[in-house]
């Protein structure tokens, strides 16, 4: 089992950058698929990025492909997500998210944190 804290959520005007970081307890995190969501006010939650256990494959949402990096770790059991040019549409809060499957993408994970609020201002 892992837990997961997310932290580096802000409020930010847009164009700018913030990098978030999702901290993992537990001595196996190199063998967990990592991946970022996000939930906007009144939607869904939505897929953001993935990573692979080696980092060697990711896998990007079309709404943030070139502007957001998802890397990790493995040993300091922590995963980030780079955000670049930030826009209004971005704001949400990102959750963190874990997986023992060897598949790198949108499917259910097992693992989740509580999540970081990303407020951007026009």
């Known amino acids: 089992q892992v837990q997961l804290v997310e932290s580096g959520g802000g409020l930010v005007q847009a164009g700018v950058s913030l990098r978030l970081s999702c901290a993992a307890s537990g001595r196996t995190f190199s063998r967990y698929s990592m991946a970022w969501f996000r939930q906007a006010p009144g939607k869904g939650r939505t897929f953001v990025a993935a990573?692979?256990?080696?980092?060697?494959?990711?896998r990007y949402a079309d709404s943030v492909k070139g502007r957001f990096t998802v890397s990790r770790e493995n040993a300091k059991n922590t995963v980030y997500l780079q955000m670049n040019s930030l826009k209004p549409e971005d704001t949400a809060v990102y959750y963190c998210?874990?997986?023992?499957?060897?598949?790198?993408?949108?499917?259910?994970?097992?693992?989740w944190g509580q999540g970081t609020q990303v407020t951007v201002s026009s």
């Open positions: 990573i692979s256990w080696s980092g060697a494959i990711t």
């Open positions: 998210a874990a997986s023992t499957r060897a598949i790198v993408g949108d499917f259910q994970y097992d693992y």
